[in-house]
C-alpha cells in the first residue's frame, strides 16, 4: 500500500463519522460489545501506534540479523 492510498483510506474513516449521529456514534448493540464510535477509535489510535512503530523499524537497521519471532514468522507469511 502507498502512502497516497493509506491517507486516503484515514480521510474514508473520518469522513464516515460525518454519517453518523452522536448517539448513533455511542449506541451498543450489546453490554458486551463496542459502538461505532468505540471502533473507530480503535482504528484510529491502533494506526497511530503502528505508524509510530513503523518510523522506529525503518530508521535503524540495529537489530537487522535477528530472527524474527514464530509470531511475527506467520504474520509475514501470511502477507498480515
Same mark, same amino acid.
Given at each position: 500500500m502507498q502512502v497516497s492510498d493509506f491517507n486516503r483510506t484515514i480521510d474514508v474513516w473520518i469522513a464516515s463519522l460525518d454519517d453518523y449521529t452522536v448517539e448513533q456514534l455511542?449506541?451498543?448493540? &450489546?453490554?458486551? &460489545?463496542?459502538?461505532?464510535?468505540?471502533?473507530?477509535n480503535h482504528l484510529i489510535e491502533s494506526t497511530a501506534f503502528y505508524l509510530s512503530n513503523i518510523k522506529i523499524c525503518i530508521s535503524s537497521n540495529d537489530n537487522e540479523h535477528e530472527k524474527k519471532l514464530p509470531s511475527a514468522e506467520n504474520i509475514f507469511s501470511n502477507n498480515q
Open positions: 455511542l449506541f451498543k448493540p &450489546s453490554p458486551h &460489545s463496542w459502538s461505532y464510535g468505540q471502533l473507530m
